[in-house]
Structures are given as structure tokens and as C-alpha cells.
Nanobody
Framework: QVQLVESGGGLVQAGGSLRLSCAAS????????MNWYRQAPGKQRELVAS???????SYADSVKGRFTCSRDNAKNTVSLQMNSLKPEDTAVYYC?????????????????WGQGTQVTVSS
């Protein structure tokens, strides 16, 4: 019922910046806490940043001070501004979030994932 589509990945030199975007579409009542995860080759998926519906954010220690997460509830989008990129930031980045979706006469929470977008940082 909910589709998440990421965009904005690409190849950038170390020290550069990229801005990832995630757009939610489909049938839902609300877009709740949204997260950005990443997975590098041979590594487990890790949580990079989270943002609540009222804009409280949290970040992994490895990206604090470099990445900024924001959202636009009216447009159902969430973004990740990535500055001072390092080669170790290279990974597939995934948008994830909880959505209140219709079910029967009410609703239920659904955990949704995007397809991922590749970020490659060259040294």
C-alpha cells in the first residue's frame, strides 16, 4: 500500500556532498518516524539517521555533524543531506518508516522500505 522511492545517490569525491530524498506514496493516514539505513558490501545494515513526525532527529556517531535529516510532512518526503563525505560512507542507502495504513474499519502500522540508492565516495 505504501511505496518509498529514494533518489539522489551517485558518485562523489571525498569531502563532497550529496542529498538523498525519499518520497512516500500510496494509501496511508500518517507517515511516522522515518529512518535512513545504509549497507556497505559485506557489512550489516546500519541505522544512520532517524526523524520523528515532530522533527526530533538522531544520528549514528559516525555521521554526527556531517549528515542532516529533514522531512516535509505535507509532501510526504524525507531527506538526508550528507556533507564532508568519506569513502567509508560508501553504501546502499535505504529509506524506511512506519506508516499508519487503512485496515478494515481502522488502521494498522506498516513498516516500509525503499529499494535503496547507491552512494559511492571516492578517495
Amino acid at each position: 500500500q505504501v511505496q518509498l522511492v529514494e533518489s539522489g545517490g551517485g558518485l562523489v569525491q571525498a569531502g563532497g556532498s550529496l542529498r538523498l530524498s525519499c518520497a512516500a506514496s500510496g494509501r496511508f493516514f500518517s507517515m511516522n518516524t522515518m529512518n535512513w539505513y545504509r549497507q556497505a558490501p559485506g557489512k550489516q545494515r546500519e541505522l544512520v539517521a532517524s526523524i520523528t513526525r515532530d522533527d526530533n532527529t538522531s544520528y549514528a556517531d559516525s555521521v554526527k555533524g556531517r549528515f542532516t535529516c529533514s522531512r516535509d510532512n505535507a509532501k510526504n518526503t524525507v531527506s538526508l543531506q550528507m556533507n564532508s563525505l568519506k569513502p567509508e560512507d560508501t553504501a546502499v542507502y535505504y529509506c524506511n518508516g512506519d506508516f499508519l495504513v487503512p485496515k478494515g474499519l481502522g488502521g494498522t502500522l506498516e513498516d516500509c522500505w525503499g529499494q535503496g540508492t547507491q552512494v559511492t565516495v571516492s578517495s
